[in-house]
Structures are given as structure tokens and as C-alpha cells.
């Protein structure tokens, strides 16, 4: 296993959609274990493939409490099949967009059907943070971030922050 770099926005990357994947072999296998040590080390809750550069769609997830029982989830090829009328407001925050956190109101439960680190297909239904996680991770597989759910002033404001930070560190490293 091996530890990625976390691509940061603002990168057209992360507005790119992550294609879907034809069959479930080792090498994908291998991309997985590194999401997860990446997501752990970082630490975050979840991971999609796109935030280290991998335009595939997977994603991992561990939204457990206890630090020592860790619970991974790993979906390949992630579909919401359902959606709950109802919502809830969750704080959210994104390895991409280091720094910055939101409530954001999304459905509260959802359906999701996937493909397995076995290769067979999968249904969960989600509920409470897994289900904002799960929702979050998707949308980064189809280029939407949580900021593209504020107001355009809130984004841009988050966006030309980044934008500065990406800079001064450029000054560093050069
Ligand atoms: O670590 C993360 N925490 C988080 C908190 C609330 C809602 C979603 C998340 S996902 C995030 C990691 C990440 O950027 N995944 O794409
Ligand atoms: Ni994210």
C-alpha cells in the first residue's frame, strides 16, 4: 500500500466525471487499499479516487467512531437508486478543500447500489453521516463539491482563498 497525494481546488481534475469501471481486478483492488491508507492518514471520513488524480469511479469510506475499530467501506461504481424526501443539514468538510467547512442540506437517506472489493454487487441503505458521505463521494465522482451547493458569493470567496494559499506555497517550494 502506498499514500497519495490529495489533489486541492481549485484543479479542472476535480470538475472532471470519473468513468465507470468494466470489471474489478487486482489493480483496482490495489487502488483501493491506497485510498484507504490515503483517507486514513490524511485523516478524513471518505475518499473518492478523483482526489488523487484517478478519474475511476470508486470511492472509500469509514465513518466509524472508535479510532482503533476501523470499519472501511469500499464501493466501486456507486449508484443512488433512492432518495429520502427528507433532509438533514450536516457540517462537511473536504480533503480537496483543506480549511473550509459547511452545512450542507441534502436527502437524509439514501440507496446506494455498488460493486464490492469481491466484485459482486452490493445494496446499503445509508442513513445519518454515512449517507452525507456517501452523497459527497458521488458527487465528486461526478465533479460537484460541497461549495457548489453555497451561494456563488460563498464559493467564490472560499475559491480565491484557495487560490492565494496555492500560491504562497509556490513561493515556498520554488
Ligand atoms: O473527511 C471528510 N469529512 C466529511 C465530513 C462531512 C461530510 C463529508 C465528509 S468527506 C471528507 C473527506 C473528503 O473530502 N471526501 O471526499
Ligand atoms: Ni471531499
Redo the contacts with the bound molecule.
Keep these: 500500500m502506498s499514500k497519495k497525494k490529495i489533489i486541492i481546488e481549485p484543479d479542472p481534475i476535480l470538475r472532471q466525471k470519473s468513468i465507470y469501471l468494466e470489471k474489478v481486478d487486482d489493480e483496482i483492488r490495489c487502488l483501493l487499499d491506497d485510498m484507504l491508507e490515503t ?1 486514513y492518514s ?7 479516487a478523483v ?1 488523487i488524480g484517478i478519474l475511476k469511479r470508486l470511492v472509500v ?1 469509514d465513518v466509524s467512531k472508535e479510532k482503533d475499530k476501523k470499519n472501511p467501506l469500499l464501493l466501486i461504481n456507486p449508484e443512488i437508486i433512492s432518495k429520502s424526501k427528507s433532509t438533514s443539514i ?8 483543506p480549511g473550509y ?1 459547511a452545512e ?1 442540506e441534502r436527502p437524509a437517506e439514501c440507496y446506494v447500489k455498488y460493486i464490492g472489493y469481491n466484485g459482486k454487487k452490493k445494496e446499503i441503505k445509508a442513513s445519518g ?1 454515512l449517507s ?2 456517501i452523497q ?2 458521488i458527487d ?1 465522482l461526478d465533479g460537484v463539491l ?1 461549495i457548489d451547493y453555497l451561494s456563488k458569493l460563498k464559493r467564490d470567496m472560499i475559491l480565491k482563498k484557495l487560490v492565494k494559499q496555492k500560491k504562497e506555497l509556490n513561493k515556498i517550494v520554488l
Design positions: 483517507m490524511a485523516p478524513g471520513i471518505g475518499l473518492a482526489q469510506i450536516h457540517e462537511e468538510g473536504c480533503l480537496s478543500l467547512f450542507i453521516l452525507t458521505c459527497h463521494e465528486h460541497f
